[in-house]
């Protein structure tokens, strides 16, 4: 079936050292992405979206990159800090309609080491 | 400030016993959502909104009820609560239909015993 997912369910880095969180999807007609933050007790929190006529988008601090040959979907954050501790989730857009319906991955617990 | 809101944060209630959780968001947004988060399962739409009166299922709606009778407003309805819908639910507002970021209310923590 169709999903969206994540390679790694937690990635530990180093204080400063950069972070690649990655997702792969599987509906090639999907044409949004988002990545969300969310700490816990909280909601999530948007970090940056790319649309599918796009294969790299910056942010500050944080890029995301588009590989729709093989459905993929990466977020880099540099100089990763302690706040950047939380858990990651992408998300695509499938519905076709426009009623901006997301698709949500699991998620990537991501941790800072100082 | 620009926020989505949600209560209670906290609810524990007994099965079969009615509850809303109410939603609502001051920025003017045509779109609302509601999830919820189960662990190992990521966020699952339940039901969106599109605009006032225009409400639609998403991928888990059974068990549950919404309304849209004001655009700032979309509280979600637990007519007879059961076990299996303690979860986390999020509460998310957009611009409007479309390609557009959607922000969240910072959840609420329901438990059915």
């Known amino acids: 079936g169709e999903s969206v997912g994540l390679h790694l369910p937690t990635l530990s880095v180093q204080e400063g050292d950069n972070s690649i969180i990655n997702c792969a999807y599987s509906?090639?007609?999907?044409?949004?992405f988002i990545w969300y933050k969310q700490e816990s007790g909280k909601g999530p929190q948007f970090i940056i979206d790319?649309?599918?006529?796009?294969d790299k988008r910056q942010g500050q601090r944080v890029t995301v990159l588009l590989n729709k040959t093989v459905k993929h979907l990466s977020l880099q954050i540099e100089a990763t800090q302690p706040g950047d501790s939380a858990v990651y989730f992408c998300?695509?857009?499938?519905?076709?309609?426009?009623?901006?319906?997301?698709?949500f991955g699991t998620g990537t617990r991501l941790t800072v080491i100082p | 400030e620009a926020q989505v809101t949600q209560n209670p944060r906290y609810l524990i209630t007994v099965t079969g016993k009615k509850l809303t959780v109410t939603c609502s968001q001051n920025?003017?947004?045509?779109?609302m959502s509601w999830y919820r988060q189960d662990p190992g399962l990521g966020l699952r739409q339940i039901y969106y909104?599109?605009?006032?009166?225009?409400?639609d299922k998403g991928d888990v709606p059974e068990g549950y009820k919404v309304s849209r009778k004001e655009k700032r407003n979309f509280p979600l309805i637990l007519e007879s609560p059961s076990p299996n819908q303690t979860s986390l639910y999020f509460c998310?507002?957009?611009?409007?239909?479309?390609?557009?970021?959607?922000?969240f209310g910072p959840g609420t923590r329901l438990t059915v015993t």
């Open positions: 998310a507002s957009s611009l409007k239909r479309g390609l557009y970021e959607q922000y």
């Open positions: 509906n090639s007609a999907s044409d949004y």
């Open positions: 790319i649309r599918s006529n796009m």
């Open positions: 998300a695509e857009n499938r519905d076709q309609t426009g009623a901006n319906n997301l698709f």
């Open positions: 920025m003017n947004h045509e779109y």
């Open positions: 909104s599109m605009n006032v009166e225009v409400t």
